[in-house]
């Protein structure tokens, strides 16, 4: 079969399918045909060698969609989508013809979402489900600030709490990224070029403030999120990109009773990507999630480029289909 096998990190210009062979299948396995496979930020910086103890060799990428052809009875022929901190890092991930996977690792996918959907939609969700369900206990009617609004992880995170009943204040840089909300879905538009957060948080609150804030950029929106969360508020950070070192008053900090989470979604496994996936497909089986808007599909054989995309910023989705897919 053909993969997007490396043998040394390096610069992902470089990356090109090989031919390997079939990964053998154990108990408790399925092996799932990859119909779709996205290309997160992380898997660039996967294949540049940023992350420690990262096996070599291994075939890179952590979302897929496919179909099972083999292994658990109970899954056989099944569509199904996937995605793990694990994949493309720690062990063979899935921009490849074939993965192979425990069964708990796979949750069958929404039935409306074509396979390239799907697979677009493992990280952000996944970790947008994360910073707002699973650390922030996001309730309706809750104000959340979401930074880098514009990207995938932000649109995750603005559909979702759009879908558990609370308001979404988007956080961009420029008025160009402003210009790609759907403004239907927040109460707000801050930017960063502009300095403006706080007041349009207040505006959009009366003035009490966010209850929660997502950080997926690093240091230089840390404080301002900060500031624009009300007495007992959840700031998430689940990114530092653009900066790891921040000043923190610890008299504001504990005066107004903040929180500050910390979320590493590179721990979680395929098993607990299907976990939550498992949560995921009825909200965008009843319409109250969409998948992320403009992809960008690419052949296994033009990996290169597509990684290249993802490298400098592309507001697509960019979507590996490998030629056995459909």
């Known amino acids: 079969m053909k993969a997007l096998r490396i043998t040394a990190h390096g610069s992902p210009g470089t990356l090109k399918p090989l031919e390997v062979p079939r990964p053998p299948l154990g108990a408790d396995q399925v092996r799932v045909r990859i119909e779709a496979a996205a290309v997160n930020p992380s898997d660039v910086l996967s294949a540049e060698g940023r992350f420690p103890h990262a096996v070599l060799p ?33 062990r063979d991930g899935a921009h490849a013809e074939e993965l192979v996977l425990p069964a708990s690792g796979v949750s069958r996918r929404p039935s409306n979402l074509t396979a390239a959907q799907a697979a677009a939609a493992g990280v952000p969700f996944i970790t947008a489900w994360v910073c707002l369900v699973d650390a922030a206990r996001l309730t309706p009617g809750e104000t959340v600030v979401v930074s880098g ?75 301002p999120l900060l500031d624009a969360l009300g007495p007992s508020g959840r700031l998430c950070v689940y990114s530092s990109a653009a900066g ?30 299907a976990r939550i996936l498992d949560q995921l497909r009825p909200l965008f ?28 910023g592309s507001p697509s989705k960019v979507v590996l289909v490998p030629r056995s897919g459909v």
């Open 149 to 223: 609004a514009a990207g995938a992880v932000g649109w995750a995170a603005l559909e979702l709490a759009s879908a558990l009943g609370a308001r979404g204040v988007a956080l961009v840089k420029t008025a160009e990224q402003a210009s790609r909300l759907d403004r239907s879905r927040v109460a707000g538009v801050a930017r960063s070029d502009l300095g403006d957060l706080v007041p349009v948080v207040h505006e959009a609150t009366g003035g009490k403030g966010a209850e929660v804030a997502l950080n997926g950029v690093g240091a230089p929106v840390f404080r």
């Open 244 to 273: 790891r070192e921040v000043p923190l008053d610890l008299f504001d900090l504990y005066r107004r009773r903040l929180r500050i989470l910390g979320i590493n979604s590179v721990a979680l496994t395929a098993q607990d990507g």
């Open 58 to 90: 291994r075939v890179l990428g952590r979302d897929f969609a496919g179909r099972v052809v083999e292994g658990d009875p109970a899954l056989a022929g099944a569509t199904v989508w996937g995605s793990g901190g694990d994949l493309g890092i720690f």
């Open 285 to 312: 089986e009843s319409g109250r999630l969409r998948p992320h808007p403009v992809l960008e599909l690419h052949p296994l054989e033009d990996a290169a480029r597509a990684y290249e995309q993802v490298a400098r």
